[in-house]
Structure formats: structure tokens, C-alpha cells
T-cell receptor, first 121, second 111 residues
Framework: GAVVSQHPSWVICKSGTSVKIECRSLDFQATTMFWYRQFPKQSLMLMATSNEGSKATYEQGVEKDKFLINHASLTLSTLTVTSAHPEDSSFYIC?????????????????FGEGSRLTVL | KNQVEQSPQSLIILEGKNCTLQCNYTVSPFSNLRWYKQDTGRGPVSLTIMTFSENTKSNGRYTATLDADTKQSSLHITASQLSDSASYICVVKRGNNRLAFGKGNQVVVIP
């Protein structure tokens, strides 16, 4: 089955530093990837939609200068948490839908990465 | 108000027993409904995906039902195992491709 890989799976950093999280689709191409954050015992909250070759679309209330998203290729999207603060500590998850077929249509399936646990001291 | 409500929020069941999780939604227009299993500290894994015309779909010991008229879905776990301990998330896809997430049903299976 389709696999979405995230790296790193966990990271601890000092307040004020920047952290980059990678999301890769290992066996399919995805023009669109999604980034979520999840607090303990809460549902996933969509942060932004990452679009290959163009700017990301951010959800209301999500600072685009704080959470930089780059979708440089059809298999890789990165989320950079800039000047991280303790309140940014969370579980960050990405997802992607395979594009298949001659017309490269979205299959409708959605695969999630394993998540990245960020702890800011 | 959340457009996807799940109940119960959490439950504890004995190994080998069955349980049913509920998902009620108000999302419109409706495209499909998915159930995911999320182990602690891991990403969600798809269990079932159901469209408007599907009433029941099974995946091993997991059986999902959908009543699009009443906007209700259930996930039934048969003969629970310790490995079933997880959060089960109901996700409804709108016609505009946006997703609405429930907060999840936290299931704990005890021996």
C-alpha cells in the first residue's frame, strides 16, 4: 500500500530555534499534501495545504511566516517551524493522496505519515 | 460546533468482547466517510472508506455502517484484541474535498 514517511519522528529543540519536518510519499506522486497538528486527546487540526510548485494555502489562524511550507517536488513537502516556542510543542502529521491514472486524478485515498513529535524547551 | 461528533469519548472493554463506536455528522454536501485507527504517538491508518451509496463495509474484525439519511455511522469491533487499543477517528469528506475530523473514540482493551 501507499506509504507516507515523516522525518524526524521526534525532535527536541531550544526555544527560538527553527525545526524542519519532512513529509515524503514513498511510492506515489502527490501534487497536494496536508499538514496537521494534534494536541493530546484532540482531533487533527488542518494547518495548511501544500501545493507542489506553488504557495501553500493556510487555514485561518495559522501564521504562514511561522510555519513555512515548501513543496519542492511531487514526493516531498517540508514544514519548518520558525523561532519555535514551547506552545508550538505538538504532534505534527502530514497526509497525501496518490495521483494515478493517465489523467493523474486524485484517487480519493488519503494516507497519513507517522507523525513528528516536537518538543520545544 | 464540531461537524463530526463521536461517542463515546472513551471506553474500556474486555479482550474478546465486541464494541460499537458512533459517529454523527452534519457535514454537507457529503462525499465520503472514513474511519481511521490511530495508535498513540502514531499517524492514523485507514480502516474503511464509505460513499453515499454504501451501507456496510468490513475490514477484518472491523465493520463500518453508514446511514446517509440520518447522517450516522458506526464502527463495530468484533472479538476485540489488546492491539485494538487506540483512538478511532471518524473523518467526513465534503463535496469541496475538505475534511472534517471527529475527536476520536479512545478504546482501551484490557485482558
Amino acid at each position: 500500500g501507499a506509504v507516507v514517511s515523516q522525518h524526524p519522528s521526534w525532535v527536541i529543540c531550544k526555544s527560538g530555534t527553527s525545526v524542519k519536518i519532512e513529509c515524503r510519499s514513498l511510492d506515489f506522486q502527490a501534487t497536494t499534501m496536508f499538514w496537521y497538528r494534534q494536541f493530546p486527546k484532540q482531533s487533527l487540526m488542518l494547518m495548511a495545504t501544500s501545493n507542489e510548485g506553488s504557495k501553500a494555502t493556510y487555514e485561518q489562524g495559522v501564521e504562514k511566516d511561522k510555519f513555512l511550507i515548501n513543496h519542492a517536488s511531487l514526493t516531498l513537502s517540508t514544514l519548518t517551524v520558525t523561532s519555535a516556542h514551547p506552545e508550538d510543542s505538538s504532534f505534527y502529521i502530514c497526509s497525501a493522496s496518490p495521483m494515478r491514472g493517465i489523467g493523474k486524478r486524485d484517487t480519493g485515498e488519503l494516507f497519513f505519515g507517522e507523525g513528528s513529535r516536537l518538543t520545544v524547551l | 460546533k464540531n461537524q463530526v461528533e463521536q461517542s463515546p469519548q472513551s471506553l474500556i472493554i474486555l479482550e474478546g468482547k465486541n464494541c460499537t463506536l458512533q459517529c454523527n455528522y452534519t457535514v454537507s454536501p457529503f462525499s465520503n466517510l472514513r474511519w481511521y485507527k490511530q495508535d498513540t504517538g502514531r499517524g492514523p491508518v485507514s480502516l474503511t472508506i464509505m460513499t453515499f451509496s454504501e451501507n456496510t463495509k468490513s475490514n477484518g474484525r472491523y465493520t463500518a455502517t453508514l446511514d446517509a439519511d440520518t447522517k450516522q455511522s458506526s464502527l463495530h469491533i468484533t472479538a476485540s484484541q489488546l492491539s485494538d487499543s487506540a483512538s478511532y477517528i471518524c473523518v467526513v469528506k465534503r463535496g469541496n474535498n475538505r475534511l472534517a475530523f471527529g475527536k476520536g473514540n479512545q478504546v482501551v482493551v484490557i485482558p
